[in-house]
Nanobody, 124 residues
Framework: QVQLVESGGGLVQAGGSLRLSCAAS????????MGWFRQAPGKEREFVAG????????SYADSMKGRFTISRDNAKNTVYLQMISLKPEDTAVYSC?????????????????WGQGTRVTVSS
């Protein structure tokens, strides 16, 4: 059984940085793409960033480009999301997810394992 555990969330001032981690266990880590999603209060869950199984390809939502960086350490079965220049509108619960396929997808329904999420709060 695949398990995903996020960490690294917290309270940060606008303009600050955070690095989220997602530790995976179970399954073959490199076989599938991984993604980060977020859900703000009262809003639908949205795609943030994705990375292919090999780590050679990445994709970002437009509003995160240049500020967020997704990476993975396959030796540690861990995916990271480095966030800089954070804004109050980045406040959300951030969750990592494992895709059903090796290539990046932005579609929620193509991810079949999800972590519990870690809360990020950006104060103005």
């Amino acid at each position: 059984q695949v398990q995903l555990v996020e960490s690294g969330g917290g309270l940060v001032q606008a303009g600050g940085s955070l690095r989220l981690s997602c530790a995976a266990s179970g399954g073959i880590f490199t076989a599938k793409a991984m993604g980060w999603f977020r859900q703000a209060p009262g809003k639908e869950r949205e795609f943030v960033a994705g990375i292919s199984g090999s780590g050679g390809s990445t994709s970002y939502a437009d509003s995160m480009k240049g500020r967020f960086t997704i990476s993975r350490d396959n030796a540690k079965n861990t995916v990271y999301l480095q966030m800089i220049s954070l804004k109050p509108e980045d406040t959300a619960v951030y969750s990592c997810a494992r895709s059903k396929v090796p290539t990046i997808t932005t579609n929620l329904w193509e991810y079949n394992y999800w972590g519990q999420g870690t809360r990020v709060t950006v104060s103005s």
